[in-house]
């Protein structure tokens, strides 16, 4: 294997790893709902990382596909968006509503 594929393989985990290790801690200490949210984005976006490195090496099978593109590819990136957008969305609307 490529030693530039070692590094950006072993960063993304490396990275990935930490911020869902500290989402963990962040999610025991509080019950905010915007925090909550994002820090399940967070563990999502490490679910994608995880399966774009195993789909890389052979490991994952595509069961359901739609097309060429197995679901489980277009799924996790919108996955993770969507708790961000829904906690930015509790954020704002916390905000107005408090003005």
């Known amino acids: 294997m490529d030693p ?4 950006y ?3 993304c ?3 990935g790893a930490l911020a869902a290790f ?4 962040l999610w025991s200490k509080t019950r905010d ?3 909550m949210l994002v820090v399940i984005g967070t563990l999502a976006a490490y679910v ?3 399966h774009t490195i195993l789909t890389m090496f052979g490991i994952t099978e595509p069961r359901l596909t739609l097309g060429s593109v197995s679901l489980t590819t277009i799924i996790l990136p919108n996955l993770k968006m969507g708790f961000f ?3 930015f969305v509790v ?3 916390r905000k107005l509503r408090y003005r």
Request: charged share 10%.
């Open 85 to 87: 957008i829904a906690a």
């Open 9 to 11: 393989i072993s960063s």
């Open 91 to 93: 954020m704002v609307i």
């Open 48 to 50: 994608e990382t995880v």
């Open 13 to 15: 985990l490396s990275t």
């Open 33 to 35: 709902t915007a925090w």
């Open 22 to 25: 500290f989402a963990i801690i």
């Open 4 to 7: 530039g594929k070692i590094v």
